[in-house]
């Protein structure tokens, strides 16, 4: 492993990450990154729970998908276990996927018959927050060496602190725009029906309980009806 060379790389990566104009553009970069720094590395997805539901972002290749469905379909697969930091696993490597048999009875036969020879799976986490599970794969048995699985590491390390950023620039500007919207809405509420801005607010927000619609849904519909729905 040349190293000299990855941490030109890495650094470059680093800034490309930071520059990504969205969520989904940098979750890409990301396993993009890993599929060209990490030696031995076919395919790389990133694994997020939402309750019971898993969702793969950016896979790279279809068998990466696949993986994560398996693994959500069992309940079973390191994966999962990645993504669920109660188990304090926040790396690992499998040299062998048909050797890993005990472990995940069910996952690892029929991942290896998908194509998976070899994994390696690291959390994606910050002080503040765990973010899912950056997943890689070779189709090959015993691909990933310790170098392989340091450079992932690292990759891991700067990818959790561009996942977290991107997602809370998106969530400041969904923010903004909702509040916008919100008070466009009442505005139209005040003038329609001559009500005070604490009266068309509690109408917005009665509405939406009342109808289990969100209220930036309904601020939408507002805007676009002229009145409540």
Same mark, same amino acid.
């Given at each position: 492993? !040349? $190293? #000299?060379?990855?941490?030109?790389?890495?650094?470059?990566?680093?800034? %490309?990450?930071? &520059?990504?104009?969205?969520?989904?553009?940098?979750?890409? /970069?990301?396993?993009?990154?890993?599929?060209?720094?990490?030696?031995?590395? %076919?395919?790389?997805?990133?694994?997020?729970?939402?309750?019971?539901?898993?969702?793969?972002? &950016?896979?790279?290749?279809?068998?990466?998908?696949?993986?994560?469905?398996?693994?959500?379909?069992?309940?079973?697969?390191?994966?999962? %276990?990645?993504?669920?930091?109660?188990?304090?696993?926040?790396?690992?490597?499998?040299?062998?996927?048909?050797?890993?048999?005990?472990? $995940?009875?069910?996952?690892?036969?029929?991942?290896?018959?998908?194509?998976?020879?070899?994994?390696?799976?690291?959390?994606?986490?910050?002080?503040?927050? !765990?973010?899912?599970?950056?997943?890689?794969?070779?189709?090959?048995?015993?691909?990933?060496?310790? %170098?392989?699985?340091?450079?992932? $590491?690292?990759? #891991?390390?700067?990818?959790?602190?561009?996942?977290?950023? &991107?997602?809370?620039?998106?969530?400041?500007?969904?923010?903004?725009?909702?509040?916008?919207?919100?008070?466009?809405?009442?505005?139209?509420?005040?003038?329609?029906?001559?009500?005070?801005?604490?009266?068309?607010?509690?109408?917005?927000?009665?509405?939406?309980?009342?109808?289990?619609?969100?209220?930036?849904?309904?601020?939408? /519909?507002?805007?676009?009806?002229?009145?409540?729905?």
């Amino acid at each position: 492993m !040349d $190293w #000299a060379r990855f941490a030109q790389q890495l650094a470059s990566m680093g800034r %490309d990450l930071l &520059a990504q104009g969205s969520t989904d553009k940098t979750v890409a /970069r990301i396993t993009a990154s890993a599929t060209e720094l990490v030696e031995g590395c %076919d395919a790389a997805g990133i694994l997020v729970l939402h309750g019971n539901q898993v969702e793969t972002l &950016a896979p790279t290749h279809q068998f990466a998908i696949d993986s994560d469905r398996l693994q959500e379909q069992l309940g079973e697969g390191p994966c999962l %276990d990645a993504a669920h930091t109660s188990t304090g696993e926040r790396v690992f490597r499998i040299p062998d996927l048909t050797s890993e048999q005990q472990r $995940w009875p069910l996952y690892a036969p029929r991942a290896h018959r998908l194509g998976v020879g070899s994994m390696m799976g690291f959390l994606l986490f910050t002080d503040e927050e !765990d973010l899912g599970a950056l997943n890689l794969y070779s189709r090959t048995p015993g691909a990933f060496t310790q %170098d392989s699985e340091t450079a992932g $590491w690292l990759l #891991a390390s700067h990818a959790a602190i561009a996942f977290s950023s &991107a997602r809370t620039h998106a969530q400041m500007e969904h923010a903004v725009a909702t509040r916008h919207l919100v008070g466009e809405a009442m505005g139209i509420l005040m003038g329609s029906n001559h009500l005070t801005e604490e009266q068309a607010f509690d109408l917005l927000r009665r509405y939406s309980q009342e109808t289990n619609i969100k209220l930036r849904e309904v601020a939408r /519909r507002i805007c676009e009806q002229g009145n409540l729905p």
